[in-house]
Structures are given as C-alpha cells and as structure tokens.
C-alpha cells in the first residue's frame, strides 16, 4: 500500500508540472495581445488579478481541507487531490465527498466488538 501512496504522489506532480509548463507557454504567447486590454483600463487588471487570487486561494482552502481529511479518514490522499484538481467543474469534490460518505458508511455497519483489554476485534460468529 505504501508503493501506491508514492503511485500518486507522483500522478499529482507529474499532472501539475505539465500544467504549469502548459500555462507558462500559454502565457508567454498571450502577454503581447494582453497588453493592449490591460493598459487601457486599470479596472480590467485589478478585477483580473483579484478574481485569479480569489480562485487560486480557493483550491488553495480546498486542496488543504482534502488533503487533511482524507488522510484522517485513511484515504490516498494524492489521488484524491488529483482528482480535485483535474477534473473539471468542482465534480471531484462531488466525488470525494460522495467516495468519503460510502467509506464512513461501510465503516459503520461492520457489526464487530472491541476487546476493552487488548483492543482486538472479537468476531461475534456471524
């Protein structure tokens, strides 16, 4: 289990430099059109830059929660965190929520006795 949590640690790095070699590309191709647009009109650049700090800050707040949480719950962490942040339209957070319920649910209906002494789970002959 252990090879598996480093399987994806290295999905999310190897998809997140990709994007940001991506969007570094992109960029460096976009500024000279930018230019003409932001130097017109200052309200363009500052509502631009607020709503990009708001988004990033946003997955920021959202890619901690996940992190902390599933590994609470005893989840891949990094494959959750790919999934947040790769697949498109918040639906990986729809997931996750969905995947950590149906985990919190299984967890609950395991009829099982714990001994008050060792801790073992003593098995009821079900």
């Given at each position: ?5 480093y399987?994806g ?50 997955y ?67």
């Amino acid at each position: 289990m252990r090879n598996f949590k480093y399987f994806g640690l290295l999905v999310f790095w190897i998809i997140t430099s990709g994007m940001l070699i991506f969007m570094a590309v992109a960029g460096s191709w976009m500024i000279p059109y930018m230019a003409d647009l932001f130097s017109e009109d200052p309200v363009w650049f500052t509502t631009t830059v607020v709503a990009v700090l708001l988004f990033i800050g946003l997955y920021v707040t959202m890619g901690v929660f996940i992190y902390k949480d599933s590994s609470r719950k005893k989840m891949n962490t990094w494959l959750w965190l790919t999934a947040v942040f790769y697949i498109p339209n918040f639906m990986g957070v729809v997931l996750y929520f969905y995947a950590r319920r149906q985990k919190s649910l299984a967890a609950i209906e395991v009829p099982a006795q714990i001994c008050p002494h060792c801790g073992h789970i003593i098995h009821t002959g079900e």
